[in-house]
């Protein structure tokens, strides 16, 4: 069993800046990728960034340019920066791990979800 401590979010002016940090912990599992997924009222839940074990990354075209996403192996944890924000970047943003399940499956976990609000 995983299990993801999300925090950073907070109410922030339009331009202006956040950092979300997500820790994953628990026992025995590995760590394939790590993500941050956004849902806004009334929309579908869709991703924001990912990066892999190996360090690929992965942004919506929403994201591209003002979103950075990194990670700690050693501590299981993946952060976002988000510049210049936008009131559409106002969402629900979760945090997602895909973890090595048996030899050839993976398994997802979510975090509870932070708020983050863009507005002046």
């Known amino acids: 069993q995983v299990q993801l401590v999300e925090s950073g979010g907070g109410l922030v002016q339009p331009g202006g800046s956040l950092r979300l940090s997500c820790a994953a912990s628990?026992?025995?599992?590995?760590?394939?990728?790590m993500g941050w997924y956004r849902q806004a009222p009334g929309k579908q839940r869709e991703l924001v960034a990912s990066?892999?074990?190996?360090?690929?990354?992965n942004f919506a075209d929403s994201a591209k340019g003002r979103f950075t996403i990194s990670r700690d192996n050693a501590k299981n944890t993946v952060l976002l920066q988000m510049n210049n924000l936008k009131p559409e970047d106002t969402a629900v943003y979760y945090c997602?791990?895909?973890?090595?399940?048996?030899?050839?499956?993976?398994?997802?976990?979510w975090g509870q979800g932070t708020q983050v609000t863009v507005s002046s």
């Open positions: 997602k791990v895909t973890v090595l399940s048996g030899v050839f499956n993976s398994r997802d976990y």
């Open positions: 628990g026992s025995g599992f590995s760590i394939l990728a």
């Open positions: 990066i892999t074990i190996g360090g690929m990354t």
